[in-house]
């Protein structure tokens, strides 16, 4: 697969593939997570949520940037012999690593606990240990169903299965009376259920008794460690840019401020829905380019993919930006309504990583790994000083803004990186000219029903507009081109959807 029209042929099919398991998925997500709040008092889904943010946050840094090394030396590879050499320092590297970090977590869990000047945290930190365990199988497990280009197995296996069986669980316990349980156990879903998923797929392809059976060589560990390590620290420091902020509002604050905080998490998400869609077969893909030397295809993968991913974000991050204590009411109760002004200002500033496009994607596919690290630093160091600065002073708010300055200089410095490396950038002219008239509209919205409370129908009719607007507005300024055509083109024929009458639109206005 080496043109630009058979890359985003393939890009079509995985991201809706991806896309259709990341609505389902976060679908059920977004259920538990409105249950497991409603049945728990702020306080208590504040700690448990404490727990989980430090457990998550080490389980990244554990598994040492492999799973990306693995996809990528996957995807260059040619002979079986050596693919099966890269699973094997793959799994050993990582599941290593994980067990190192699960020792720590369980002989410090005392001293956390009071970092956090909390002692019931320790016995939680102790009950998601077993998330560390399965965490390094699940995620290099996905690792080679992406660089095999298995769209369907891995979503059903890292998005889709995990939070259909974790919300099947956290509602039968809480029926049960055990809330606290069902939150532990949906949460040990992700890594326990996808693991095993994710390793039933793989076994698949591969002979785990001729796997298991040999040791892997040395320079195969030491060309993926040469290529993870920068990926390993800057994954540290990435997961401390994401989660940073529940652990200082934990240190500043009271367990309620965190669990406003921890309620709001999956709400942004809907940031990344298509982001994710679209990553899964982007890497690799990119990967190829930039090895052929297509640094025009390159280029017009990076483009492209960005314009559309913005495109169909906006709609719903205007949504939660604008109507923000309606979603709060909404999905978690009033109790919840203190979050929603640092929602806003989470949904609001961290659209800038969509405008950015893949670029953490572009960077490991040239081969500019420690551009990663390099750039998280940045943002890290940023982050926690504006956390310092302003929790104490402003809350759960102060937090968002410093989360969001974090991932800007992050982001920023990955995009000028990029640029100077191989002269591409994600942004274009396309890609924003659509976005004013559905913020108009938003606006305006808001402006006439600013008195009245919003019911379901109503949040979600709103939605509806903003989508239909945003839509509307992609064909009246003419911001679609032959490329986007092809991809549509490519969407009607994988998918069997007769969209003659779109295209015949986008070669009038065109």
């Known amino acids: 697969m080496s043109s630009i029209a058979d890359s985003l042929s393939g890009l079509v099919k995985s991201a809706g593939i991806v896309l259709a398991g990341t609505v389902v998925a976060n679908i059920l997500g977004l259920l538990a997570e409105i249950l497991i709040p409603r049945a728990l008092a702020p306080a208590t889904y504040g700690r448990l949520g404490l727990a989980f943010g430090i457990v998550s946050a080490v389980s990244s840094l554990a598994i040492l ?37 699960a020792a720590v977590i369980y002989l410090a869990r005392f001293e956390i606990a009071a970092l956090m000047d909390d002692p019931e945290v320790a016995p939680l930190l102790v009950a998601f240990v077993p998330y560390l365990l399965a965490f390094p199988i699940a995620k290099v497990s996905v690792g080679i169903l992406r660089a095999e280009e298995r769209t369907t197995a891995a979503t059903l ?17 809480i029926v049960a009376g055990q809330p606290v349980a069902g939150a532990i156990g949906y949460w040990l879903s992700f890594s326990i259920v996808g693991a095993l998923l994710a390793l039933y797929a793989v076994q698949q392809h591969i002979n785990f008794g001729s796997f298991i059976a040999r040791l892997p060589k040395r320079e195969t560990v030491h ?5 993870s390590w920068p990926l390993a620290a800057a994954a540290s420091l990435h997961i401390m840019l994401a989660n940073i902020d529940i652990i200082m509002i934990g240190y500043f604050l009271e367990s309620e ?39 025009d295809g390159l280029d017009t993968l990076y483009t492209v993919t960005t314009k559309w991913i913005v495109w169909l974000t906006f709609p719903a991050v205007l949504l939660f930006t604008l109507f923000s204590p309606a ?43 420690r551009i990663e690290l390099y750039s998280a630093i940045a943002g890290v160091v940023v982050n926690v000083l504006l956390n310092a600065a302003l929790i104490p002073r402003f809350g759960i708010i102060g937090a968002a803004f410093g989360t969001v300055v974090g991932y800007f200089i992050y982001n920023t410095v990955e995009v000028v990186a990029i640029y100077l490396a191989i ?46 607007t945003q839509f509307v507005s992609m064909i009246l300024t003419r911001s679609l081109t032959d490329t986007d055509l092809l991809l549509v083109k490519e969407f009607e024929a994988r998918f069997d959807i007769d969209l003659s009458w779109l295209t015949s639109l986008i070669r009038r206005r065109s």
């Open 65 to 101: 940037g492999i799973p990306n090394g693995v996809t990528r030396s996957l995807s260059e590879k040619e002979s079986a012999h050596d693919e099966l050499d890269v699973l094997r320092s793959g799994y050993a590297i990582s599941f290593a690593g994980a067990v190192l970090t």
């Open 157 to 173: 296996a890292e998005r889709v299965g995990p939070r259909m069986l974790g919300l099947a669980l956290v509602a039968g316990l």
């Open 223 to 227: 060309e993926l460690w040469s290529f």
């Open 257 to 295: 401020s965190v669990g406003y905080y921890r309620s709001i998490q999956p709400l942004k998400q809907v940031i990344f829905f298509f982001s994710g869609s679209f990553a899964f077969l982007f890497f690799p893909l990119a990967t190829k380019h930039y090895s052929q030397g297509d640094f």
């Open 327 to 369: 979603a709060i009411r909404l999905f978690f109760g009033t109790a919840y309504l203190p979050a929603a002004p640092a929602l806003s200002v989470l949904m609001a500033g961290l659209f800038y990583r969509v405008l950015v496009g893949l670029n953490g994607d572009m960077v490991k596919a040239i081969n500019r790994s």
């Open 423 to 468: 002269k591409s950038h994600p942004f274009s002219v396309a890609a924003f000219k659509p976005l004013v008239p559905p913020t108009l509209v938003g606006i305006g919205t808001l402006v006439l029903i600013s008195q009245q409370a919003l019911g379901l129908l109503a949040f979600a009719g709103i939605g509806v507009l903003l989508c239909v």
